[in-house]
């Protein structure tokens, strides 16, 4: 797949009418049986269920029959639509970032207790596995919550992060609702071994050659330590083993620890390790800065047949589409924005929110859902040295609020 290819990911058929959301089953913690029989993806896309939540919308005025509609009428008319449009906005938000803090709770917990000699942790986190499952069906927002960090330990957002973005995958790639459960504990799980290398993970430096050889062994002792679980069975653990042990591999033998190919590579590992990677390069590290989510998902998509499956590179690009939540863009009204949610039917045309004018300069934020206003559209990416350059303040306030603080 080259990036100008992703047309093709385009020529859907139209968004169908939106109706009532239905509840996104429970399916409870995994059964034995669901892990025994090879994973069957379907060839065709699937259709759901992340259908996003559409933002209420104005009802279209009559024009009068005396004179058309005035610009100040209709600067009125969208102010009352935002105004309409704030409060399940606001409601949504509050639930999405509910459930974000306790997917960082969590994952705080299992790495600060990934040192003990035993551990109980598999049925909580797959319970908090199948409330991520439906919260990505039911609300849009929560998926823009993968934004963040924690300064304390780059692990315990990242953890969380790839958790939810691997089971939005999985949803996309149409697995099994409990499967899609045992992915998430799995993501949640997949660098457990970095609690052997505190020293070298909250380090201020880029690790050299020698500490870098000695981390890539963290996916041997994460798959060790899954062994400790004892609210897990046997079965549970050498499949979630074999995934934590393959999130580094890749499909042309490049990866670690053992150097395997395409095939070799279990499904669910290709998940997290897709995730796991995007995560990564757009999230800051202590001796690094973040790079753009934009150019994050062309670098997967230009790296296709050398390192995912073309199956796992699609899904991601439907889930995060080409301008993911948080990419910083400008407009062709020349105004700057970020992107709040990403809207299904569209690739290029998300739900963003502005932020500046074309002078850089902060206005009063609106919500513009792209779908709705077809004259207006993303013209470029904004990146983080050209905000810096025509306002530092801005962008200091934009880094601080990057980092995740609990109240």
Same mark, same amino acid.
């Given at each position: ?13 139209? #968004? ?10 429970? #399916? ?50 969208d102010e009352a639509a935002a105004r309409a449009a704030e409060r ?20 705080k917990e299992l790495l600060n207790q990934a040192g003990q000699p ?80 505190? %020293?070298?993970?909250?380090?201020? %430096? ?94 997967l998509i230009d790296r296709e047949e050398k390192g995912f499956d ?42 963003? #929110? ?34 810096? #350059? ?18």
């Amino acid at each position: 797949m080259r990036f100008s290819d992703l047309n093709d990911l385009t020529k859907k058929k139209s #968004a169908p009418e939106k109706k009532s959301a239905t509840p996104f089953p429970s #399916a409870g913690a995994p059964t034995i049986e669901s892990f025994l029989e090879p994973i069957k993806i379907p060839e065709s896309e699937n259709t759901g269920p992340l259908e996003p939540v559409v933002m209420p919308a104005s009802s279209p005025n009559k024009a009068s029959s005396e004179r058309p509609i005035s610009r100040k009428d209709r600067q009125r008319r969208d102010e009352a639509a935002a105004r309409a449009a704030e409060r399940p906005f606001r409601e949504l938000d509050a639930q999405a970032r509910e459930v974000y803090a306790r997917n960082v709770s969590i994952a705080k917990e299992l790495l600060n207790q990934a040192g003990q000699p035993y551990i109980e942790k598999y049925e909580r986190i797959v319970r908090m596995a199948e409330l991520n499952s439906q919260t990505l069906f039911e609300n849009s927002l929560f998926l823009g919550y993968t934004n963040y960090a924690t300064a304390d330990n780059y692990l315990y957002a990242h953890s969380a992060n790839v958790a939810i973005i691997s089971q939005a995958i999985g949803m996309v790639m149409g697995l099994e609702k409990s499967l899609v459960n045992f992915l998430g504990f799995c993501a949640m799980a997949h660098d457990i071994g970095m609690s052997d290398y505190a %020293e070298m993970v909250s380090s201020a %430096e880029r690790l050299s050659d020698e500490d870098y050889s000695s981390v890539m062994f963290h996916s041997e002792v994460g798959a060790a330590k899954i062994g400790r679980l004892l609210d897990m069975d046997y079965r549970l653990k050498e499949r979630a083993q074999k995934v934590i042990l393959q999130v580094h591999e890749r499909g042309d033998a490049s990866g670690y620890p053992n150097s395997l190919m395409n095939e070799e590579i279990d499904i669910l590992a290709q998940i997290v390790g897709i995730a796991d990677v995007y995560e990564a390069v757009s999230h800051p590290r202590p001796w690094r800065p973040a790079i753009h989510p934009h150019t994050a998902i062309k670098r997967l998509i230009d790296r296709e047949e050398k390192g995912f499956d073309s199956k796992v590179i699609k899904a991601i690009i439907e889930v995060l589409s080409i301008y993911p939540p948080g990419s910083l863009v400008a407009l062709s009204t020349g105004e700057i924005a970020s992107v709040i949610k990403i809207n299904k039917g569209s690739l290029t045309r998300p739900v963003v #929110a502005v932020l500046l004018d074309g002078d850089f300069e902060p206005v009063s934020t609106r919500l513009i859902d792209l779908m709705e206003h077809p004259l207006k559209g993303i013209e470029r990416i904004v990146e983080e040295s050209e905000l810096v #350059a025509r306002n530092p303040n801005f962008a200091a306030r934009q880094e601080l609020a990057r980092w995740w603080v609990e109240w």
